[in-house]
Nanobody, 124 residues
Framework: VQLQASGGGLVQPGGSLSLSCAAS????????MGWFRQAPGREREFVAAIKGGSSMTRYADAVKGRFTISRSYTKSTVSLQMNNLKPEDTAVYYC??????????????????WGQGTQVTVSS
C-alpha cells in the first residue's frame, strides 16, 4: 500500500484543518487506516482509525469530539477533519495502514505502511 498525505498547515487555536491520505495498491475495504502524530521529542501516537470494510472507528481520548475520521472507497482516500484545534495538537501527522486485522485499531506498532508526514501547527 502506498500512502500520500496532504493538508497540513498553520492554524490559530480554535481553528480547523482537514488532512487527506490517498491510498493505492490495495482496496480500502481490506485495509485498516489510521492517523497518528508525533511531536518533537515524543513517540508517535495514535490519533484515529477506521476499520476496513466496516464503519468502526476509534479515537484517542485527547481528540474525541473534535476530530472525525472518514473514508471514501471511490476516491481511495481517508480524511481527518480536525476542529477546535489546540496548541497541543501541534505535531507531524502520519497516515498509516495495515491489512484488516482483529488487533485493536489503536495499536500503532501493527501498522506497517506509512505515508510521509504532514506538519500541523496550532499557534496564535
Amino acid at each position: 500500500v502506498q500512502l500520500q498525505a496532504s493538508g497540513g498547515g498553520l492554524v490559530q487555536p480554535g481553528g480547523s484543518l482537514s488532512l487527506s491520505c490517498a491510498a493505492s495498491g490495495r482496496s480500502l475495504s481490506n485495509v485498516d487506516m489510521g492517523w497518528f502524530r508525533q511531536a518533537p521529542g515524543r513517540e508517535r501516537e495514535f490519533v484515529a482509525a477506521i476499520k476496513g470494510g466496516s464503519s468502526m472507528t476509534r479515537y484517542a481520548d485527547a481528540v474525541k469530539g473534535r476530530f472525525t475520521i472518514s473514508r471514501s472507497y471511490t476516491k481511495s482516500t481517508v480524511s481527518l477533519q480536525m476542529n477546535n484545534l489546540k496548541p497541543e495538537d501541534t505535531a507531524v501527522y502520519y497516515c498509516g495502514a495495515r491489512g484488516r486485522s482483529v488487533v485493536d485499531l489503536t495499536s500503532t506498532s501493527t501498522y506497517n505502511y506509512w505515508g510521509q508526514g504532514t506538519q500541523v501547527t496550532v499557534s496564535s
